[in-house]
Structures are given as structure tokens and as C-alpha cells.
């Protein structure tokens, strides 16, 4: 699987990372609009689980997804420790529930290695790349494939 | 790119022939002064370049011939007496048609096309039917091809040496109007002269740095010539000098170079311009940085490319836009909305703002709720002020309706004159074009079936023309839409009689006036004994009432006998915000459209009747309805038939079904700004979209409609599953 990250220059790129469900993520800090914190959302009928409803953005609605169900790990118990990834997706906001926030990491784009083979199709398709960051594997998340158009994943 | 030019074209038609329509109606009315048809003349006069620059060719013809009769209109060779101004009044809704034939791509009623070419040639003299507009493409769009064959020997040639000044375009004149009018003197050659134009550096934006030699062989006296430059007199410098026949050498250079579509002014220019410049491209937002920079690279000393370029797209926007009464602005749709939606967020944000002060444990805060009450007032003024930019004068809808009536009354041989008034009061753009339909749908009726026919009119003492106003008017928060005729009124005995026979009510059924007047909103009516060609299309009011009520108003109908009848329409002002009742359901706060409940009770367990195994109904003064647990069929909880008696909100559907929608509580009456779920989450079942409360929350907003529908449907689903188990053991 190629990289889909941008790697003309040897510049560094830098990366958000974040935990869902105990495990380390990462999403480009150039995808990523704002982190709010988790505030209750109002619940859409009929919305399949990983969909947690949606929020009002400065007078925008906008869906709320839980990445750790969309990953299909268990679903988080959102509390007010968590946070809310704002990210653009097809130009239209959308909220990624995330346990919390870690830190701001600048990588080397030769430092990104592909995913290595995995049985899980989910998976192959939802990470782009792994990185190694003080011994722990932080998973780049390929957001249009988590997100791939909000009219699909909720029908 | 051509796409966008063609676009902004046909939106400069729309307006072009709303000013055409507004001035041959003011005509109509007697005002036939030089002003108002000169007007006319421009609007059919600029939709004909804009058409010719794009080979429309259908469309030029027919706008020359209309120009022509009109040309002599204004230059008073021809009286404009009742029968001609029906005819420009056929002619302009034709023109019209051609416009939207070639948007569209539809077909042209090649009948009525010939028969009103001919009916305008008619008033066109011979000689000057002989031009012929030569479409033009848009490249060679600044220079008019010569039209006539070479001068003939007694004709004058005039040298005109014309250089504008910036002032002309900034009134939104363009040259190239100018020469078109000349060549239609005669043999026109137009030489460009950019001597005047400075280095690239030193040139100003706006600044007028072009001139033209123009060299006219004409038949036509001076005063001709210097009629054409009449509109921008002081607006330029100018120099007529006639003299002998030497520039027959210049004219046989200006055919050759119009055989070569080529004109001189171009041809001068495209040596310094590089191939792939797409010159004749012209965007609507030229980005000049970008394009000049890559002039000067190439040539240096000729940024004119640029400059001939912008100017007839500019200032061709700004002569559509100098005749109307005021200057506009076209904005996208999405940047007003986006502001709408900011502003909305205003508000609430005002509302949490004052929340969490009045809560705060100060001593005094005198102060700052002045402040706050300042800040709201603002809020307020801005919201308006946004609002009003979706707001548009429902004048041009009114425009086209005069030609429904036209039609109408020319079909059914009646006469009818539609007067309107309030034609300045404003009204959602949305809703304005989704009122076209049944406003016409309403008005083709009043001519067909209220309007009666000019001798029964004369039998009973009225004007043999019949009159229909057409009003608009704000009345406390909605809008007011009427159509009143002076026909014979409503037959309410014959539409009761129409409504047994076709088995829509029972015979002995007791009705007062205005229910037997309701009856022709009901679907499957129509008092059309045969299908005529008008109204009867097979469609009734129904269809007006359910296209109303999607915009969320109502019509109503009174009709006094012998006097005519009124069709009103109400609507809300906005389609931004809606009344709805606030109420919880399973602890979540939802909102259900006022317009959609019919009353609503609280509910003991007398009234609770269970009818099968999961059906139960309300029983409400005798009658029973089903009712439809809206948390259960929102899957917010499950179903079951002992609940504690909650409110029961009484909804009507469109087909007229009437369900109980049980919710757990009412709190408030309010209006809510409507976010549209679009995009944002799908199509979600029993919700049409969501808003804002006060206290930054979104609520859902209920669509009782698809809710009973869903678990009616469910309903026959259970039985189904059931039946198809019982098979299966």
C-alpha cells in the first residue's frame, strides 16, 4: 500500500496524536480545525453506533463519530475528560470523539512505515502508515476512508 | 470558461427583460415618453449583442426584427396605438421564450415564431429589413463585422475620431454599442488607437487610455451619427469630419479583414499576443497579475490585450445594471447563508451571554445588562439587515404573471387586465420561485373559471373587461399574497353537487359556505366539465394548497356571488425560521412544526383504547384516532402500551389522517431558526431537520409526516412478519 502522505521536501510534517481507546493515533495537524472538549450531544434516531450524534459548531451542525467504534474497538463512555477532533472532511466539518489529546510530534516523512499486513480489511484501509515515537506505535489515521462521506456511513 | 460567461448572459436576459417587461407595461399604461422606450430599446437591444456574441442565431433575428419596430417607435415613425403594443407585448414574452429555449435547449414554437416575425415585419420598413445582424463570436466581440456592401457613389463618409473618457465607462457605456449602432448607418471601418496607452507600469486601473477612428459610409445625415453618440455626450471626446471618398482603400481593407474574421483593432493586436492567450476567453474575474505579466513577457510594450478585453465584460455588466433603478451586487447564494447562519448563532450566543449573568453572584450588574441590551439591539439590527438580502420585491414574479393572464384571457377569448399592487414588498427569494407555479395555477383559474364571459358581463353591468388584483402585502409577520377577480363569483351549488358526484362528500352532508368553498382544495376536484386546454390540466388546487403548504403557509377562499372571488395565500416571511412547539420526548428536546399540529391535550387513561394486540387509539369527542409513540418510533425507546398517559399532539397528514403523536411534554411556542441536515448526517427518518435553542443545544426537528407514515408502514410490517411465520410453522 503507498504512502499517501506528501513527501516532496525532507521537511518535517507535524502530527497530532491522541489516544482512542488506549491505543496512540495520529492525524496531520494541517487536516485538523479545532479540538473542542466533549460536551453532550444531541442523539440522531435510528443512527448506527459509531455515530454519536451531532453538535452545534458556531451555528453549523455537525455529526459526531466515535473513532474507537468506528475502529470497531468498544465504545467510549464520553465524559468531559474526553475531546472532539474537528476535522474537514469533503470541505464539510466532522467530530472524531477521542479519549484525549497527546501531543504535537514532527516526523521525518521517511520515518513513516506502511502498515504492515494485518488480517483486519478495516484496518488496512482506516491506517495509512505507523510511526515509531519513544517505542510506541502511533497510527496515522487515513481520514477519508474513516470518514468517507457522511450520507453513507449513516444509511 | 465559456460555460460562465454564457451564464452570467442569461443572467443579464432575466434582468434584461424584466426592465423590458416593466417598460412596455409602463407603456402600456400611457407613459410613453422617449425615456421608457428608449429602455426597451436597450434591454431587447443588449439581450440581441449578448445573443450574437454567443450565435443564438434564432434569438438575434427575432430581437432584431422586435429592435427594428421598436427603433422606429423611438425615432416616432410609427404610433404606438393599442394593437402594436399587443403585439411587443406577444413579442417580448416570445423573446423571453427564445431566451429560455436556448438556456434550456428546448424547442421553439416554430408557428408562433414565423407568425410574429411577420407580424413585426410588417411594421418594418423595406430597406431597413434588409440588414442583417452578422453573429459574431466571442472573441471578435469589440468590433461590429461591416454589414452592408460597399458604399454606393453618392453616400458621404464621415471620419469620426472618438475617444472616450474613463467617466463613460464608469456609467457603464460601452464603445462597442456605440459602433454597432453606427454600423447599422452603414458601412462602418473602425480603427483602434492605442498611441495614448503608456507603459505597463505608469497604466491605471479604470483609466481610459483607447481611441477610435472610425470611418462611416452612410446615406444617413450627420444628425444621424450624432444621435448615436447622443447617451454619451460629455462623456467623450469626439470629432465628426465628413470628407471625399480616399478611404475606399480603408473599407476595402476593413472587408478583407472581416472576411478574415479578423477586424483592424484586433488584427493589431493579435501580432503581439501569444498563441495560447485565449484572448476571446474572457473570464468573468480576469485575473490580470497573472495574464499581464505573461503579455510582458512575451511582448513587452503591449499590455492591450488585457485592457480590450476587461472592458466590454466590464462595462457590459454595468450597462445591464444602469438600467435598472439601482445598482446591485450579485453575491452567491452560500455567502449570504453563511452570514445568516452567523448571525443566528449571534443571537443565541446573546441569549447564553444574558443566561450566565443573570445567574452570575454579582452585586450589580446594572451595567453590563445595558451593555447586553445594546448588544442585542445590534444582533437584532443585523439579523434584519441580513434577512433583507434574501429578501427580494416579488415585482418580477408579479411581471410574469401578466403574461399568464395575457395568455389566459387570449385562450378563453375574455378579457381580463391583471392590476398589481405591493409589487415592492419582499419576500424570500425561495419563496418566490417556488410561488410561481401555483400563483399561476391560481390566476389561469380566476381567468377560466371567475372571470365570466364579456357578454354575460355586459348582461350584468360590468366593465366587458374583467379585472384581477394582484396584491402583496406584509401583515404581521407573514405575508399576504391575493388574487381577487370580479367574476361571477364561486357556484357553490355546483361545486357541492361536483363534490357528491365524484363520492368526495356524503349527499346529505351539512356544509356552511366556506367548507363547501374549501371543497376545491380537496384532491380529485376539478370544475372543469370538459378538460379545456387552460386550467383543467388534470391537476387541481389541491396541488396549489400541498405547494403552499411546503412552503409552510395556507391559502383560503372567499367568494361573494356576483361580486368574484379572493384567493389569499399566507406565508411566513423567511424559510430560515419556523414556528414549532418545543417538546421532550424519551428526556430529548424536540420541535414539531406548529403548522402540523391541529390541537393538543393531555391525555388520561380513559381516553386510551387498545384495538388488537399493539394498536391503541385515542378516543377524542367520539371519534378514535391511532396514536403513534414518537420515542418508540424514533427508537429512542422501546414501545410499550402502559405508559403513563403523557400529551398528545393531534396532527393531520397531507392526505388528511388525522394521528395522535404521543410526546412526554409540551414546555414552550416558539420560533426556530431551521438548520438543514443535509450533508451532514443523510436522510434521517422522521426528522426534516434541526435547530438551535437558546442554550446552544440542537433539537431535532420532527416531520410528523414521515413519523406516521413510518409506523403505520411498521404496523403492516408486523403483520406481514407475523403471517409469514405462521406459514412457516
Known sequence: MQLQVESKHTEQSEFVSFTVAGQAFCLKITQIREIRRWQPVTVLPHAPADVLGVMNLRGAVIPIYDLSARFGLEQTEASERNVVIVVSVNQKPVGLLAESVSEIISIDPDDIQETPQVDSRNTMDFIQGIISQNDEMVRIINLNAVISSPEQVDL | ?729
Open chain 2, 1 to 729: 470558461m465559456t460555460g460562465s460567461i454564457l451564464d452570467t448572459f442569461f443572467e443579464e436576459c432575466e434582468e434584461l427583460l424584466e426592465a423590458m417587461d416593466a417598460g412596455l407595461a409602463a407603456i402600456e399604461e400611457g407613459d410613453q415618453d422617449a425615456e421608457t422606450v428608449n429602455a426597451v430599446f436597450r434591454a431587447v437591444h443588449s439581450i440581441k449583442g449578448g445573443a450574437g456574441a454567443f450565435g443564438l442565431d434564432d434569438l438575434v433575428a427575432f430581437a432584431h426584427n422586435f429592435e427594428t419596430v421598436f427603433d422606429d417607435v423611438r425615432s416616432n415613425k410609427l404610433e404606438l396605438d393599442e394593437k402594436l403594443i399587443q403585439l411587443l407585448f406577444r413579442a417580448s414574452d416570445h423573446l423571453s421564450d427564445l431566451v429560455t429555449c436556448a438556456r434550456d435547449g428546448g424547442e421553439v414554437d416554430q408557428a408562433h415564431h414565423g407568425v410574429l416575425i411577420s407580424a413585426l415585419a410588417e411594421y418594418i420598413d423595406e430597406d431597413e429589413e434588409e440588414l442583417v445582424f452578422e453573429p459574431m463570436g466571442v472573441g471578435a466581440s469589440f468590433e461590429p463585422a461591416p454589414l452592408a456592401p460597399l458604399a454606393e457613389a453618392q453616400e458621404a463618409s464621415y471620419d469620426i475620431r472618438f475617444h472616450p473618457l474613463k467617466e463613460m465607462f464608469d456609467t457603464g457605456n460601452e464603445p462597442y454599442f456605440l459602433f454597432q449602432a453606427l454600423s447599422d448607418l452603414g458601412s462602418l471601418s473602425v480603427r483602434l488607437d492605442d498611441s495614448e496607452l503608456p507603459g505597463f507600469d505608469a497604466m491605471e486601473e479604470g483609466e481610459s487610455y483607447l481611441s477610435w477612428e472610425l470611418t462611416l459610409v452612410t446615406s444617413e445625415p450627420r444628425s444621424a451619427i450624432e444621435a448615436v453618440f447622443e447617451f454619451v455626450e460629455g462623456l467623450c471626446e469626439l470629432a465628426i469630419s465628413s470628407e471625399g471618398d480616399e478611404e475606399a482603400e480603408e473599407d476595402a481593407l476593413a472587408a478583407l479583414n472581416a472576411a478574415f474574421g479578423l477586424a483592424p483593432a484586433e488584427d493589431d493586436v493579435a501580432v503581439a499576443l501569444p498563441l495560447e492567450q485565449p484572448a476571446p476567453e474572457v473570464d468573468e474575474t480576469p485575473a490580470p497579475v497573472e495574464a499581464e505579466v505573461e503579455v510582458e513577457m512575451v511582448s513587452e510594450p503591449e499590455p492591450e490585450p488585457e485592457q480590450a478585453a476587461e472592458k466590454p465584460t466590464k462595462s457590459k455588466k454595468e450597462s445591464a445594471k444602469s438600467s435598472g433603478p439601482k445598482p446591485t451586487l450579485r453575491v452567491e447564494l452560500d455567502r449570504v447563508d453563511r452570514l445568516i447562519n452567523a448571525v443566528g448563532e449571534l443571537i443565541i450566543n446573546h441569549s447564553m451571554l444574558a443566561q450566565q449573568i443573570a445567574n452570575l453572584d454579582a452585586s450589580d450588574t446594572r451595567d453590563v445588562e445595558t451593555e447586553l441590551e445594546g448588544f442585542k439591539n445590534l444582533a437584532r439590527d443585523i439579523q434584519e439587515g441580513v434577512m433583507a438580502i434574501r429578501a427580494q420585491p416579488v415585482k418580477p414574479l408579479f411581471q410574469r404573471m401578466a403574461r399568464i393572464v395575457r395568455e389566459a384571457s387570449a385562450a378563453t377569448g375574455k378579457t381580463a387586465k391583471l392590476v398589481t399592487i405591493g409589487e415592492t414588498t419582499e419576500v424570500d427569494k425561495t419563496v418566490i420561485e417556488r410561488l410561481a407555479d401555483p400563483l399561476t395555477h391560481i390566476l389561469r383559474n380566476a381567468v377560466d373559471h371567475g372571470i365570466e364571459s364579456p357578454e354575460a358581463r355586459a348582461a350584468a353591468g360590468k366593465d366587458k373587461a374583467g379585472e384581477i388584483r394582484l396584491t402583496a402585502a406584509h401583515r404581521s409577520g407573514s405575508v399576504c399574497i391575493e388574487v381577487k377577480d370580479d367574476g361571477a363569483g364561486l357556484n357553490r351549488t355546483k361545486i357541492r353537487q361536483i363534490a357528491i358526484d365524484k363520492g368526495l362528500i356524503p349527499e346529505n352532508a351539512e356544509l356552511n359556505d366556506s367548507e363547501i368553498d374549501n371543497l376545491l382544495f380537496l384532491p380529485g376536484f376539478s370544475t372543469a366539465k370538459e378538460i379545456s386546454n387552460l386550467s383543467g390540466r388534470g391537476v387541481g388546487m389541491d396541488v396549489v394548497k400541498n405547494a403552499v403548504a411546503a412552503l409552510g403557509g395556507r391559502v383560503n377562499i372567499s367568494s361573494t356571488p356576483g361580486d368574484g372571488s379572493v384567493f389569499s395565500i399566507i406565508l411566513p416571511l423567511t424559510l430560515a425560521v419556523m414556528d414549532g412547539m418545543v417538546v421532550s420526548v424519551a428526556g430529548h428536546t424536540m420541535v414539531v412544526p406548529i403548522t402540523a399540529i391541529v390541537e393538543t391535550m393531555r391525555g388520561n387513561d380513559d381516553m386510551i383504547n387498545n384495538l388488537g394486540a399493539d394498536g391503541t387509539l385515542l378516543s377524542i369527542r367520539g371519534s378514535f384516532v391511532p396514536i403513534c409513540d414518537v420515542a418508540g418510533s424514533l427508537g429512542l425507546r422501546c414501545s410499550s402500551h402502559n405508559e403513563p398517559a403523557g400529551v398528545y399532539l393531534l396532527v393531520e397528514t397531507e392526505n388528511g389522517d388525522r394521528c395522535a403523536l404521543a410526546v412526554d411534554d409540551i414546555h414552550d411556542q416558539r420560533q426556530v431558526v431551521i438548520k438543514s441536515l443535509d450533508g451532514v448526517c443523510g436522510n434521517v427518518p422522521g426528522v426534516s431537520a434541526a435547530t438551535i435553542l437558546g442554550d446552544g443545544k440542537i433539537a431535532m426537528i420532527l416531520d410528523p409526516e414521515s413519523i406516521v407514515t413510518a409506523s403505520s408502514s411498521a404496523a403492516v410490517f408486523d403483520t406481514d412478519r407475523r403471517m409469514s411465520n405462521a406459514i412457516a410453522s
